[in-house]
């Protein structure tokens, strides 16, 4: 059975590619880099099914010593600094992780085994200030922040090695792709998050920035199979992989609001737009989340990946949304209830006992049965 590496296990698409390669039966060894509290959340389910070996990928030596140790058939480097907006505030380390990285991967595998299969995680921001409509593997790149321009020089230099050195080295160009598990920070889950406590009362409002901006979201689950496919090929290359479709963050808004039978209407323009149900004001506009330079519209043509790897996407627009705000709703509630309980139970008389561990020392006997649940 194969094996493979994964950079940026923890990540969103990490954890879902994991989970594909292991019903595939493959060994799998993930990439994890310290952290002074673990952030293995998404993984958790995973943890006695792979092998985690830790290490950075702007770390040259980090990275020979982990080719070395799980000698994969196939390298997938997920690993990033993935948050655009982040990528101006944080322009050196987006480079050294996100541009650089890719460099310690490859000669990590020209020197331990030029065998290795490499997937490197191209981006839709390499296109940026777009120059055809819809994009492929044709259309020029024009990057709008270092995090696009450092995915531009990653797609470079990935190209490079193969032809220098015949190493099966590939990039997927991946449009947007979100899911239950994407990062709270990304537009998409801070709609979906904010929707969802918005319904239950814990929340009065969202605030975002750019509502023009349109993109092609797809689901997570759907892009790691096309991630897996391209290094299935004989001949190694470039794949665009995105949904054909376009929608603007307004959209988004409005799917979210109505997977939870909520009717927004929006009213102004700009900084000054703002999004009501039933009269009470749910959204507004802050100048705080434009960025110094947007990608105003992505639009994917995957027709190569269409043909050549038989990909396409499974799951819709309305459906990933139905997905994420449903699972946020779910969730926020059972959370709230959690909370709503050990405050109610704080009234209780607290339990004296010497035989229980020190975390759970001094709670009522409710909370005392609530936490040896999460303990067990
Ligand atoms: P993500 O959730 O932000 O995950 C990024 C992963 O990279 C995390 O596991 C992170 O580890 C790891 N990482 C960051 N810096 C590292 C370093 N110096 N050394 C080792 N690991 C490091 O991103 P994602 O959405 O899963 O995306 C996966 C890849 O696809 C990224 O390369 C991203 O740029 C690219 N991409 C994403 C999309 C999309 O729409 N999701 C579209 C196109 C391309 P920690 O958990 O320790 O932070
Ligand atoms: O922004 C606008 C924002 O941060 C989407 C990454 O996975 O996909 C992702 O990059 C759009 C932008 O994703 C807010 O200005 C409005 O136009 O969710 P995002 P992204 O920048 O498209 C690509 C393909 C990647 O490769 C990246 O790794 O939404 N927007 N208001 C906002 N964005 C955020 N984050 N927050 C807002 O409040």
Redesign the pocket.
């Given at each position: 059975m194969p094996t493979a590496l994964i950079t940026g296990i923890t990540g969103q698409d990490g954890s879902y590619l994991a989970e594909l390669l292991l019903s595939k039966g493959y060994t799998v060894y993930g990439l994890v880099r310290r952290s002074s509290t673990p952030n293995t959340s998404r993984i958790e389910h995973l943890k006695e099914k792979i092998k985690i070996v830790t290490g950075d990928l702007s770390d040259l030596s980090s990275m020979v010593t982990v080719v070395a140790e799980s000698n994969p058939d196939e390298f997938y480097n997920l690993a990033?600094q993935?948050?655009?907006?982040e990528s101006w505030r944080t322009p050196y380390t987006t480079a050294s992780v996100t541009a650089l990285g890719v460099i310690n991967c490859l000669e990590a595998i020209r020197k331990i085994n030029p065998k290795i299969k490499f997937y490197q995680a191209g981006?839709?921001?390499q296109f940026g200030k777009v120059q055809t409509v819809p994009q492929n593997e044709s259309t020029p790149w024009y990057p709008r922040s270092p995090?696009g321009c450092s995915?531009v020089f990653a797609h470079e230099i990935v190209r490079n090695y193969r032809e220098s050195y015949g190493i099966h080295a590939s990039v997927g160009i991946?449009?947007?792709h979100e899911s239950e598990r994407r990062g709270i920070?990304?537009?998409?889950r801070?709609i979906t998050h904010g929707t969802a406590r918005i319904k239950l009362g814990l929340q009065k409002k969202i605030?975002?920035?750019?509502?023009d901006?349109k993109?092609d979201w797809g689901h997570s689950k759907d892009y790691v199979e096309a991630m897996w496919l391209i290094l299935q090929q004989p001949i190694p290359g470039d794949f665009v992989v995105g949904s054909g479709e376009a929608h603007s963050?307004r959209e988004f808004v409005k799917e979210s609001f109505l997977a939870l039978g909520m009717n927004i209407s929006f009213s102004g323009e700009g900084i000054n737009e703002k999004g009501y149900v039933d009269g009470e004001l749910v959204l507004e506009i802050s100048k705080e989340?434009?960025?110094p330079a947007?990608?105003d519209y992505?639009i994917a043509d995957s027709s190569k990946a269409e043909k050549i790897l038989g990909w396409k996407r499974k799951i819709s627009f309305k459906e990933l949304i139905s997905l994420m705000t449903t699972y946020d709703y779910e969730n926020e509630k059972m959370k709230n209830h959690t909370n709503n309980y050990i405050n109610e139970t704080k009234k209780e008389p607290k339990i004296k006992q010497e035989s229980i561990p020190e975390k759970i020392q001094g709670l009522s006997y409710s909370q005392n049965s609530i936490l040896r649940t999460f303990i067990k």
């Open positions: 990033a993935s948050f655009v907006a981006s839709s921001e995090y995915k991946l449009f947007n920070e990304f537009v998409t801070k605030t975002l920035g750019n509502m901006a993109r963050v989340h434009f960025r947007e990608v992505l």
